[in-house]
C-alpha cells in the first residue's frame, strides 16, 4: 500500500520560510519523480515544483521560482519542499505526488499525499 504522508506546514508570517516534509512508503522511491502541488478553496490544485527520479532536474511554477526549493533524498525515501520569502498568496494546502513522468500535470502523477496546510499571515 502506497503512502506519502506531508508534514511541516503551519502558520508563518509573510517573508518567513518553513520546510516540508513528505515521506513515501511502499513503492521503489528512486522510480518516482516527486512533485508539489498545492490547492486553494474554489480554485484547481496547481503545479508548484517537480524533481526527477534522481534528483538532477527540478521545476519550478514561475510564482515560486528562486524563492522555493525541492529536494529528495532516495535513501531516507523522502522529498523536501524549502519555501523562503513566504508571501499570502502562497498560503494553501500543499500535497506531494509521485509519478511516473516529469510533468506539470495533476493527471500524470499516481499517488497523492493527505495535504499539509500552509497559512501565511501579514
Known amino acids: 500500500q502506497v503512502q506519502l504522508v506531508e508534514s511541516g506546514g503551519g502558520f508563518v508570517q509573510a517573508g518567513g520560510s518553513l520546510r516540508l516534509s513528505c515521506q513515501a512508503s511502499g513503492l521503489t522511491f528512486s522510480s518516482y519523480v516527486m512533485g508539489w502541488f498545492r490547492q486553494t478553496p474554489g480554485k484547481e490544485r496547481e503545479f508548484v515544483a517537480g524533481?526527477?527520479?534522481?534528483?538532477?532536474?527540478?521545476k519550478y511554477t514561475d510564482s515560486v521560482k528562486a524563492r522555493f526549493t525541492i529536494s529528495r533524498d532516495n535513501v531516507k525515501n523522502t522529498v523536501y519542499l524549502q519555501m523562503n520569502s513566504l508571501k499570502l498568496e502562497d498560503t494553501a494546502v500543499y500535497y506531494c505526488?509521485?509519478?511516473?513522468?516529469?510533468?506539470?500535470?495533476?493527471?500524470?502523477?499516481?499517488?497523492w499525499g493527505q495535504g499539509t496546510q500552509v497559512t501565511v499571515s501579514s
Open positions: 524533481i526527477s527520479w534522481g534528483g538532477t532536474n527540478t
Open positions: 505526488a509521485a509519478g511516473g513522468r516529469f510533468r506539470d500535470y495533476v493527471r500524470d502523477y499516481d499517488y
